[in-house]
């Protein structure tokens, strides 16, 4: 049966890799060239000769190479040795704003997933963050020596949504959660993580983790859980609670405390095993020690477990304490199965120090060791249990460890498992090995460009030297260094060699990319490194940086500020006199909707046939073969939300778009940006429908079939929440409006008047949604304040108005007023294929204008109105709109101050790839559409 199963897990795998391409391209540069190796490629099948090559952070080709003909920078001799993926750690702790992750690379680990035990990354510090989306933003700016995967913390969760302890949440607690949910797996959160024996989750009930458990399952996520107990008597009921979930669950660090037997891990492993056949996605993952990291709290009875209840039960139930923890302590293999492994007793077993002390050891425990204890281990399980989970199916390696720890599991797990579980049966390949430690972890995870080398996927990746694996960490020693490994790639970096982690830190924040219809396939272009060298830099933060350097690598910003060296091979431009910026956002456009030409055949921007259609996806009218894409690129556009317009109440769906030539606007559409949702309010819907004799034809009359949508809206979603054999039947209008009232889509709202903002927010006040942006915010002027506090933006012109009566009261100081208060938010957005062109002009009209009344913004805040604040109001902040390490590397390079009429973008970058350069013709886009017009062009 296991290796049926196998079998069925590797084609699986398999089949997902990219087709190898047929021959490397001899007329370009790799970044690197491993040579003479032996593949171990990640997926369970046999080992194999090639050579690896990479372009930035990509393997572009595996196979065998003419050594005469290719060409690398750098290239690493790999003869006699294995060349495998980098290793995915399934369950890790730490916190990368702080820590070194250095331990986990050292033993070949490239990517970690936090986020454990019910706790949410981050937000055990002091300095939380206010939402996973910022902390993941942090995380990508400062870097991290491994890639970092996030889970939402179900204990967090309930935290934030004011359940606390509760046994069961309000329903209003319990709606809050599933916001909060899906606002982190919107940011790019992997599932979310249980942890059912710690405090807040386990005064949980079943039906709570099952409601938040469906969403995960409904995103396509992973559920991991710490189970509500590991003896040996419960776990097999603990893993029912969490087969009750209708998501893919993962037992974390799977054991059995105080289990003998291999037949208990067998019926376990059976219990599994029926799960899947039932049709029911479930794995698990477990680290290579009998000995689990701990604390005396577990040894507590419910009622003295906290610190005060602890204090409490010493003073007046301290026999019943005593005995309790004598009967816990015997469960788990007796005071001989705890080592003290920090502080002064390290080395000694709590049967040791009660003979040293002459006291018994629950003695010892309450008057000399304390409520928690030192650093200790509690040997738990034996190796013929554990053995079975190591070597079966679907259950991946891990280390449950953390940066400091003093377990050594945090230093030396994947290489033990290498060094203790490989060679002849009844051990494992080397290839199944590495499968579990990667390819399989990926799956498991849903991390789908890593795991597995192959082209197309990142260049992640170790050099081994066969047979010289040592894990080295002990018990006393838990932080000495394996051996083995001979180089460390990632992200086609250079991160480990001779014996040592490199200073930088390479590692990036990955997010998922759910599975949805029409998802994004969009690819970076290739991206050379690349130094722009003494610019002016506006920095999109507020910072003006005068002659500056910027560095791009692999398809991000790599560092900015003076005298950068350029890595080998990188290209070199010298900017002096010219002013670089991050990509200029136009968040209100209707480029490719309402084409260029705007004729009746390209104008798809209006379903002028109901007041709500939230039903309608923009991205299914795009053309992208527009003209405008390319007007707007030469004007240092890279980034657009492309929005219907607003004939409608609800005008249905928009789409973030890369600026990039392609055929399908899935090719465009940005990877993981958060849906939004076009509203409007004021003359245009009652008008369109007070024409044809029907509602609204009121602003009352707007306001009233607005709310009904959503009143009707909030029932469809508690329908589809709940547990039942056969759900509502789906409603694609209220299932968008769902998605505003969860959180996971972005209201975007044409409105002009104050009054009639006021009025919208308190309607999302009503509802319980959040309004990300009014557009055309004509008045927004007048409620600056309001605006600024609600941490809502305003999307302006800076000069249109008087076009029709909400425009009569519109002034040209606008944008400055509006991003006078703090917190203020003042977008530049275009609105047509005109202003798209020049959103730099439109800024420096207001900047002019705002100058004339008092408010001075230098440039280095302007840039903001048309960088960073429109990522903001799209919910990406975290990954464009300013130049900052980590962030992607869209970019332009002005000829002079882009706030200068005569100001021209000299060329273009989007994740680090020149996509325009106004010097060379031949490096601009050029549409189906105009190659006629370029034809003529040229003719004399």
Request: glycine content about 10%; hydrophobic content about 40%.
């Amino acid at each position: 049966m296991r290796s049926g199963l196998l079998v069925a897990a590797m084609l699986c795998l398999a089949t997902a890799v990219p087709a190898e391409v047929s021959a490397p391209d001899v007329q370009r540069t790799y970044d690197l060239w491993i040579r003479n190796g032996t593949v171990i490629d990640g997926t369970g099948q046999p080992r194999f000769k090639a050579d690896v090559l990479v372009t930035g952070d990509t393997i572009d080709y595996v196979g065998k190479v003419d050594s005469q003909a290719v060409h690398a920078h750098r290239i690493l001799d790999a003869a006699g040795k294995i060349v495998s993926p980098g290793f995915i750690d399934a369950h890790s702790h730490g916190e990368p704003l702080s820590e070194s992750f250095a331990n986990f690379l050292n033993q070949g680990i490239t990517t970690v997933v936090l986020g454990q035990d019910g706790a949410t990354a981050g937000f055990e510090s002091d300095t939380a963050p206010k939402s996973l989306a910022e902390w993941l933003r942090r995380v990508d700016e400062r870097r991290s020596e491994t890639n970092i995967a996030a889970l939402s913390g179900f204990g967090t969760l309930r935290t934030l949504a004011g359940v606390g302890v509760a046994p069961v949440p309000t329903d209003s607690q319990l709606a809050a959660m599933q916001q909060l949910l899906r606002g982190d797996l919107a940011a790019g959160a992997f599932g979310m993580s249980f942890g059912l024996e710690y405090s807040p989750d386990r005064f949980s009930q079943p039906a709570e983790g099952q409601a938040l458990g469906a969403i995960v399952g409904e995103y396509g996520g992973v559920v991991m859980s710490h189970m509500r107990s590991e003896d040996t008597d419960k776990i097999g009921r603990s893993i029912d609670e969490l087969l009750k979930i209708p998501a893919h669950v993962h037992v974390s660090h799977i054991k059995i405390v105080a289990g003998h037997q291999p037949s208990e891990a067998q019926a376990v492993l059976d219990q599994l095993a029926r799960a899947r056949t039932g049709g029911h996605e479930v794995t698990a993952d477990v680290y290579p020690y009998l000995a689990s990291s701990s604390d005396f709290v577990f040894l507590y009875p419910d009622w003295a477990k906290s610190r005060t209840d602890y204090d409490v039960a010493v003073r007046d139930r301290r026999a019943e304490l005593e005995a309790h923890i004598r009967k816990r302590v015997a469960e788990r293999n007796g005071p001989e199965a705890i080592l003290i492994t920090g502080g002064r007793y390290a080395g000694k077993t709590a049967a040791d120090l009660a003979k040293q002390l002459g006291q018994p050891f629950e003695k010892v425990i309450i008057d000399e060791l304390g409520y928690g204890g030192p650093e200790q281990a509690h040997f738990l399980m034996s190796a013929a249990v554990q053995d079975q989970f190591i070597t079966a199916d679907d259950i991946s390696i891990s280390t449950d460890g953390g940066p400091g720890s003093h377990h050594p599991r945090s230093y030396g797990s994947f290489i033990k498992v290498l060094e203790d579980y490989v060679g002849p049966a009844p051990k494992m390949t080397l290839e199944r090995a590495i499968y579990k430690m990667s390819g399989l972890t990926a799956r498991t995870v849903g991390i789908q460009d890593r795991g597995v080398i192959a082209a197309g996927r990142k260049a992640d990746l170790l050099v081994l030297a066969p047979k010289g694996w040592q894990s080295r960490a002990s018990w006393l020693q838990p932080q000495r260094q394996p051996t083995g490994i001979e180089w460390i790639v990632v992200n086609g970096q250079m991160a480990y060699q001779n014996g040592r982690a490199d200073s930088h830190r390479y590692g990036r924040v990955l997010r998922k990319t759910y599975n949805r219809p029409y998802s994004s396939t969009y690819r970076a272009p290739y991206a050379p490194a690349t130094l722009i060298r003494g610019a002016t830099i506006l920095t999109g933060t507020g910072q003006r940086i005068d002659g500056g350097d910027l560095l791009l690598v692999g398809g991000r910003v790599e560092a900015i500020g003076h005298n950068l060296a350029p890595p080998e091979g990188a290209v070199v431009i010298d900017a002096q006199g010219r002013w670089v910026t991050p990509g200029l956002i136009d968040i209100h456009s209707h480029v490719g909707v309402v084409g260029t030409p705007d004729t009746d055949g390209n104008s798809d921007g209006n379903e002028a046939t109901s007041p709500i259609t939230s039903n309608v996806w923009v991205e299914h009218s795009i053309w992208p073969q527009d003209p405008g894409f390319e007007k707007a690129l030469e004007g240092g556009v890279t980034t657009l939300q492309i929005l219907p317009g607003s004939s409608n109440l609800v005008g249905g769906r928009s789409i973030v778009v890369k600026n990039v030539a392609a055929t399908s606007y899935q090719q465009m559409k940005f990877p993981g940006a958060a849906v939004g949702l076009k509203l409007a309010c004021g003359e245009n819907p009652k008008r369109t429908y007070g024409e044809h004799g029907q509602a609204p034809s009121t602003r009352m009359g707007n306001i009233a079939v607005l709310r009904q949508a959503f009143a009707d809206a909030q029932e469809y979603r508690q329908q589809m929440h709940k547990q039942q054999a056969t759900p509502p039947r789906r409603d694609l209008k209220l299932e968008t409006l769902a998605g505003v009232l969860d959180g996971e889509i972005r209201v975007q709202m044409h409105c002009y008047r104050a009054d009639e903002m006021m009025t919208m927010l308190d309607v999302a006040d009503e509802f319980g949604f959040h309004i990300a942006a009014f557009h055309h915010a004509v008045e927004a002027y007048k409620i600056a304040d309001q605006l600024a506090a609600k941490g809502v933006c305003a999307a302006l012109w800076s000069d249109w108005w008087g076009f029709k009566m909400e425009a009569y009261d519109g002034i040209q100081e606008n944008l400055p007023m509006v991003d006078y208060p703090a917190n203020g938010c003042a977008v530049v957005h275009s609105d047509s294929a005109d202003t798209g062109q020049r959103l730099n002009q439109e800024a420096a009209k207001a900047m002019a204008r705002g100058e004339r009344a008092g408010l001075h913004i230098p440039p280095e805040r302007a840039i903001r109105w048309l960088t960073f604040n429109s990522a903001k109001a799209l919910g990406l902040e975290d990954r464009i709109g300013s130049l900052e390490p980590g962030k992607m590397a869209d970019v332009v390079l002005w000829n002079r101050s882009p706030f200068s009429v005569y100001a021209l973008a000299d060329e273009v970058f989007i994740d680090g790839a020149p996509v325009f350069d106004r010097a060379h013709p031949s490096n601009r886009p050029r549409s189906d559409f105009m190659l006629g017009q370029a034809a003529s062009e040229a003719l004399p």
